[in-house]
């Protein structure tokens, strides 16, 4: 790591145990969320390089699929890499563009996507404002952490796990709350698939992505 992209991890930690420690706040909609055939909004955010990047830059060339991810060091993050390696062929060939959303600064996105060898553009949103603004909310402890007695305060179980997973890909960042999801968006910009995830775990079928990848004016 630069010493950047090092600050900015011990940052994401920081933030991490923040969060941690005071559980997760937002856990329902104050309004109707985005629902299909609701227009998508049309956010700006940096890219991996910094670069401001529109939604719409995206989707007026063809169906966009959107990844909203969970954060860097969460193991259903790295399941959800997995099996999405084997189906974005699929989806290209679809005609779609895959872009998905993180937590981490530019410079941070930018070292984890070399590392991991994400090869869709990633838009950073460090404040969470664009999980927000499609409706994602953070998870209650049992949609995250399952059977795992939590408690408000817990600095015993946050920092053993922060010290066991420092320095490495599965090191914790960001916020240990939000909850993952995943939006498909036709040219113009009307939503066609809303996946809001249940649980951490909680992923689209391939079948439902492409469904909606053709319903967005893509190859069926």
């Not at 060091?73 to 872009?99: I, Q």
């Not at 952490?145 to 015993?156: E, I, K, Q, V, Y």
Request: some cysteine.
């Amino acid at each position: 790591m630069t010493q950047r992209t090092d600050e900015q991890q011990q940052s994401a930690e920081a933030r991490w145990r923040e969060a941690w420690l005071a559980g997760p706040q937002r856990t329902r909609w104050e309004a109707l969320p985005l629902q299909v055939g609701d227009a998508a909004p049309d956010l700006e955010l940096p890219d991996a390089t910094g670069a401001p990047r529109r939604l719409s830059d995206f989707w007026s060339n063809g169906p966009l699929h959107l990844v909203f991810m969970r954060h860097f060091g969460c193991s259903c993050l790295r399941e959800r890499w997995e099996s999405l390696r084997d189906e974005l062929p699929a989806y290209a060939e679809a005609g779609a563009t895959t872009v998905a959303f993180c937590q981490a600064e530019p410079e941070r996105a930018a070292a984890v996507a070399a590392r991991r060898g994400y090869p869709f553009t990633l838009l950073c949103d460090p404040d969470r404002a664009a999980y927000a603004a499609f409706g994602l909310l953070e998870g209650t402890v049992p949609q995250i952490l399952h059977d795992f007695a939590w408690g408000p305060g817990d600095t015993t179980t946050g920092d053993e796990w922060l010290a066991a997973r420092r320095d490495s890909e599965r090191a914790l960042v960001d916020s240990p709350w939000q909850l993952p999801g995943e939006f498909v968006i036709a040219p113009g910009g009307r939503i066609t698939l809303a996946h809001r995830a249940q649980f951490c775990e909680d992923f689209p079928a391939r079948g439902v992505v492409l469904g909606a990848i053709a319903a967005a004016g893509g190859k069926a």
